[in-house]
């Protein structure tokens, strides 16, 4: 288990598009605190906690999932994020928190959903746009014209070399590919943890420093 932190926005990214986050509430006075504990909750339990200051944690999690596929293991990736979705493949699985439970996205259910392929979802997050990260996305393109302009022309980059001049898909280049480098994660050097199973004995102790009494109980009822 590993356990990933980072800035709301990475600096690279606002530098590309100033509007990358800027509409997102700061984080609540109540839960400020409670994050900041989080990691050392999480680390009581025994699992890897990975931080950064400079990416944000997405790239972390995407990191670690390469990083596990490269080992011959299996990633399941826990987020709400849906860039995530360009992890997914044969040997990572984004379990998407989400109304009603967490559900499962795999490859497949990802060009379901999407209609293109997982390495394909920067490319679609720059055309459609994406508006939980402030990226508006192509002038008039939604996400069924945007994965019909990828499964023809296979990239963003062949769609804007295809574009005739003046049309505004050509005339928005340098931002549409501004919003696909925002889109992609950057793949980090990180060190694949050896296994070791969750310590819910700690974890109980840590919960009950925290005045987490019922999370303490249930972690107590754990088998070792």
Known sequence: ?????????????????????????????????QWGQAGHFYQALGWEVAE??????D????????????????????TGDRDLFQCAGDRVTVLLAARGGPQLVDA????????????????????????????????????????????RHGSLEAALQAAPEGTPLAAARERLLAYKEIATLRRLPVERPSDRPTDYARGAEAARELGLSRLAERLARRPA
């Not at 356990?3 to 700061?26: I, N």
């Not at 979802?121 to 990828?150: E, H, M, N, Q, W």
């Open 1 to 33: 288990m590993v356990a990933c932190f980072g800035p709301d926005a990475a600096r690279y990214r606002v530098e590309l598009f100033s509007g990358y986050h800027a509409q997102r509430p700061p984080v609540p006075d109540e839960l400020a605190p």
């Open 52 to 57: 950064s200051e400079e990416v944000e944690a």
């Open 59 to 78: 790239d972390l999690l995407g990191s670690y999932a390469a990083e596990e596929v490269e080992a011959r293991g299996r990633a399941l990736i826990f």
């Open 108 to 151: 497949a259910e990802v060009e379901r959903r999407y209609g293109v392929t997982p390495a394909l979802v920067p490319d679609f997050i720059a055309l459609r746009g994406d508006p939980s990260d402030g990226i508006p996305g192509a002038r008039g393109v939604g996400a069924k014209t945007a994965a019909d302009i990828l499964r």
